[in-house]
């Protein structure tokens, strides 16, 4: 009688742990699925920042493409800020798409080898395509004028650098809501080649400071365990 009741406690005892085990890798499952996916995913950097010499036929969905690389907080009261980071990948996308309404799909032309080199300097520039909104119940015009907000981006917890330059903003408002866009520079790498953002940086944050108020946006990346160089996005060095 002994005998069976250990056995009958040792069957037991594998189907409790068999259970918790399914439980611990059901939950490991939907950990990484969260960081696979939402505005916390692990982004993968592109590491070709040269000028594309030909465009995919088939362009990819530059709109979800887009997405993945945006990021968006509130601002102030009833207020959001919203900011893409310009991959390589997702600028790539964007020139595919707008040579592809040119009928020149294939072959990226003048103006998007332009576009490319005001994007990013050969390599020196990091552009953000940023845009915000704002009830106007709650907001005054002038408040959202993006010149009194000042933007630092800072690479995992290195110094904040300040934007080199601006793009003209674009205003995009509406019966409900004040709006626009605009692009901002950031220093990517000096005339010397050296990092200025650090080499394989784990996420990225932009900080906006200024009225109506405050936000921080996180990009995060995974890690590029397999190169060997330790140099990213093709870079050498960034």
């Given at each position: 009688m002994a005998s069976g009741k250990t056995a009958t406690s040792t069957h037991r005892n594998a189907l409790k742990y068999g259970i918790r085990a399914i439980g611990s890798g059901?939950?490991?499952?939907?950990?990484?699925?969260?960081?696979?996916?939402?505005?916390?995913?692990?982004?993968?950097?592109?590491?070709?920042?040269?000028?594309?010499?030909s465009l995919a036929l088939d362009t990819p969905d530059t709109t979800a493409l887009?997405?993945?690389?945006?990021?968006?907080?509130?601002?102030?009261?009833?207020?959001?800020?919203?900011?893409?980071?310009l991959d390589p990948?997702?600028?790539?996308?964007?020139?595919?798409?707008e040579v592809a309404e040119r009928r020149s799909a294939g072959t990226p032309d003048a103006m998007a080898l332009q576009a490319w080199q005001r994007w990013f300097a050969g390599g020196r520039m990091l552009p953000l395509?940023?845009?915000?909104?704002?009830?106007r119940d709650f907001h005054a015009e002038a408040i959202t004028d993006p010149a009194q907000w000042h933007l630092y981006l800072v690479a995992d917890d290195g110094s904040p650098q300040a934007p080199l330059r601006w793009s003209r903003v674009t205003r995009k408002d509406d019966d409900e809501a004040w709006g626009g866009t605009f692009t901002v520079w950031f220093p990517w790498r000096s005339a010397d080649g050296?990092?200025?953002?650090?080499?394989?940086?784990?996420?990225?944050r932009l900080q906006v400071v200024g009225n109506?108020?405050?936000?921080?946006?996180?990009?995060?990346?995974?890690?590029?365990?397999?190169?060997?160089?330790n140099t990213p996005w093709g870079l050498d060095p960034w």
């Open positions: 059901l939950a490991a499952a939907g950990l990484l699925q969260g960081c696979l996916e939402g505005a916390g995913s692990y982004l993968r950097q592109d590491r070709e920042v040269a000028a594309p010499r887009r997405s993945q690389w945006t990021r968006e907080q509130p601002l102030g009261l009833e207020g959001s800020i919203a900011a893409t980071l990948a997702v600028a790539r996308a964007m020139l595919a798409a395509i940023v845009r915000w909104r704002f009830d050296r990092s200025v953002l650090g080499t394989l940086p784990r996420r990225l109506p108020g405050r936000a921080e946006l996180q990009w995060r990346f995974a890690p590029l365990l397999s190169d060997s160089r």
